[in-house]
């Protein structure tokens, strides 16, 4: 049974260049949040994702949107890249029923280096 | 602002020795508890988690975590901590006044010497 994937694991950008991350949830979920986690901080909520829209939404500039595809797979894109971007993007996935509980599963990550 | 603390960033102790993590979160209401750990290189894993019932619970590895609601906290607890215990460890609320989204603290990093 996979858990959550990510890809790509590192990268590296410029800044003002644009970068598309992706994100398979574990089987049987059909939920994806996506957090931000800066170097010594934890997790900052960035959006989730249900039923292919955006249900939630924390405090994350319009650069940073994000797509659910049908079969709950999603992508996290950022544009116009700054270097204050650079930070562990995490997937988590859950099933409708955690979703309303919060207990998340999550991916390794994406180590994103904007230079 | 609402907000989930944890008072330690760093903590170094020696094996069998006891560990206790505070959290304290602000938001009123129903909540759900949760404490993460990270492992060197590996991904963020759930501990414990608390819904509802007994304010004492118990994770994995031996770790647990009271729940005190008059104190707003949920702080985690192990009597005797081995070096692969060395990890960085997150509390995390999700509460009904929040919008039901997981909100963590800015973790612990632990480290047990040997």
């Known amino acids: 049974d996979a858990g959550v994937t990510q890809s790509p694991t590192h990268l590296i950008k410029t800044r003002g260049q644009q970068v598309t991350l992706r994100c398979s949830p574990k089987s049987g979920h059909d939920t994806v949040s996506w957090y931000q986690q800066a170097l010594g901080q934890g997790p900052q909520f960035i959006f989730q994702y249900y039923e292919e829209e955006e249900r939630q939404r924390g405090n994350f500039p319009d650069r940073f949107s994000g797509h659910q595809f049908p079969n709950y797979s999603s992508e996290l894109n950022v544009n116009a890249l700054l270097l204050g971007d650079s930070a562990l993007y995490l997937c988590?996935?859950?099933?409708?029923?955690?979703?309303?509980?919060?207990?998340?599963?999550f991916g390794e990550g994406s180590r994103l280096t904007v230079l | 602002a609402q907000s989930v603390s944890q008072h330690n960033h760093h903590v170094i102790l020696s094996e069998a020795a006891s560990l206790e993590l505070g959290c304290n979160y602000s938001y009123g209401g129903t909540v759900n508890l949760f404490w993460y750990v990270q492992y060197p290189g590996q991904h963020l894993q759930l501990l414990l988690k608390y819904f509802s019932g007994d304010p004492l619970v118990k994770g994995i590895k031996g770790f647990e975590a009271e729940f005190i609601k008059s104190k707003f906290s949920f702080n985690l607890r192990k009597p005797s901590v081995q070096w692969s215990d060395t990890a960085e460890y997150f509390c995390?609320?999700?509460?009904?006044?929040?919008?039901?989204?997981?909100?963590f603290g800015g973790g612990t990093r632990v480290l047990v010497k040997p």
């Open positions: 988590a996935s859950s099933s409708t029923p955690g979703q309303r509980t919060g207990e998340l599963f």
């Open positions: 995390a609320v999700n509460a009904k006044a929040a919008g039901n989204k997981l909100t």
